[in-house]
């Protein structure tokens, strides 16, 4: 499967060279409208600074319990901070997730109409881990600037107009999170999962791996296939509500991840717009009310 997803070049992408430029394009054009999936190589972020992050997370996720449970997010009634083993239950025809969790979200320093919404909530964090809060949000922007950089090549690609998308994330409700998938136990069923099937609730995912499989993409023949990202490759791919907002033209493609004999750290940074974007006109439907029904299904505590 990680051979038939489209595999794209950012910096051709991004990048004022027409014929390499286009030729992405066309790639582009193919993934979202096809697969839901892509794989990208070549964009801004150093190599070293993500091994970093992904350092932080793992000092985080080897704390004691009781370090964990001080930044539990089941306390906030908000998706901030430490979600335990099957906090998490993405489908309902499956048991909880078998995988724990670190949120955090934007860190907006004015006053706004949306600063009472769980959405923007304000981040909660471990205190004995010098510079997790400070590298962390450093990481969450530049997926921010990312983002934003592919949802433009996306109008692009698709003939939309300048700003269908990109200028509706001035308040974000993006997320960035690391999943820890502990080593598959034998006790675990055929109902137990890393992430049971499911399809992303918003728009944009990043997904930064460590190289360990269990990534699984159902493809259109309805076989599951695994896929992998080679070093300084993200797996990017779009959720339903980018499917509606863009009547269909792009796929949110329904995934999953096995739980293999080794732990598994992921970094997916979700990326949505502001919480009063109109995703669908004709269902009068609003991009945080969307959200937070999805929201609703899956965590085992309430956002409220």
């Known amino acids: 499967m990680s051979n038939q997803i489209p595999r794209i070049d950012y910096n051709l992408l991004?990048?004022?060279?027409?014929?390499?430029?286009?030729?992405?394009?066309?790639?582009?054009?193919?993934?979202?409208?096809?697969?839901g999936f892509l794989i990208m190589k070549n964009y801004p972020i150093n190599s070293n600074k993500i091994a970093n992050v992904f350092s932080l997370y793992k000092t985080f996720f080897k704390q004691s319990f009781n370090e964990k449970n001080k930044v539990n997010m089941s306390k906030t009634a908000s998706n901030r901070?430490?979600?335990?083993?099957?906090?998490?239950?993405?489908?309902?025809?499956?048991?909880?997730?078998?995988?724990?969790?670190f949120d955090c979200g934007p860190k907006i320093t004015v006053e706004h109409k949306f600063q009472d919404l769980p959405y923007y909530s304000k981040n909660i964090w471990p205190d004995k881990i010098p510079l997790f809060e400070k590298r962390i949000m450093e990481f969450y922007n530049l997926c921010s600037q990312i983002?934003?950089?592919?949802?433009?090549?996306?109008?692009?690609?698709?003939?939309?107009?300048?700003?269908?998308f990109a200028d509706k994330f001035n308040l974000p409700m993006a997320l960035l999170r690391c999943n820890y998938y502990p080593k598959r136990s034998k006790e675990l069923t055929d109902n137990d999962f890393g992430i049971a099937p499911h399809t992303d609730y918003g728009c944009l995912t990043l997904l930064f791996t460590d190289g360990t499989p269990g990534l699984e993409v159902e493809l259109p023949s309805k076989k599951w296939e695994p896929v992998t990202a080679k070093k300084n490759e993200i797996i990017i791919n779009f959720g339903d509500m980018l499917e509606i907002w863009s009547n269909q033209k792009i796929r949110a493609t329904p995934h999953k991840v096995i739980g293999t004999n080794k732990e598994r750290f992921s970094i997916p940074f979700f990326f949505n717009p502001q919480y009063d974007t109109i995703i669908s006109d004709e269902k009068n439907l609003v991009a945080g009310e969307y959200l937070s029904q999805r929201y609703d299904e899956t965590y085992v505590h309430k956002i409220i």
Do not use: H
């Not at 991004?14 to 697969?35: F, G, M, P, S």
């Not at 309902?92 to 724990?100: I, M």
């Open 81 to 101: 901070g430490w979600g335990g083993i099957k906090a998490e239950q993405v489908n309902s025809d499956f048991n909880p997730d078998n995988k724990e969790i």
């Open 147 to 164: 983002s934003i950089s592919i949802l433009k090549q996306i109008e692009i690609s698709l003939n939309y107009s300048t700003n269908y």
């Open 14 to 35: 991004c990048n004022n060279n027409q014929d390499d430029n286009y030729k992405e394009l066309k790639k582009l054009r193919v993934a979202v409208n096809e697969y």
